[in-house]
């Protein structure tokens, strides 16, 4: 394993984690609006070897 690839996964990682947050922070925000549906994020394992 190269240090660009595991580079590469920890980017991967940090990207899903903040997307993830991004969405319950808006959750939070909106959870009194009036026609709102709150979203999810999935986190899904996966492998490009």
């Not at 999810?40 to 394992?45: A, G, K, L, N």
Request: charged letters at 10%; proline letters at 0%; glycine letters at 8%.
């Amino acid at each position: 394993m190269s240090i660009s690839y595991a580079m590469q996964t920890g980017v991967s990682g940090l990207r899903a984690n903040s997307t993830a947050v991004g969405r319950i922070s808006e959750n939070i925000a909106n959870a009194n609006t009036d026609g709102y549906r709150r979203s999810f994020v999935q986190m899904v394992t996966t492998s490009t070897l």
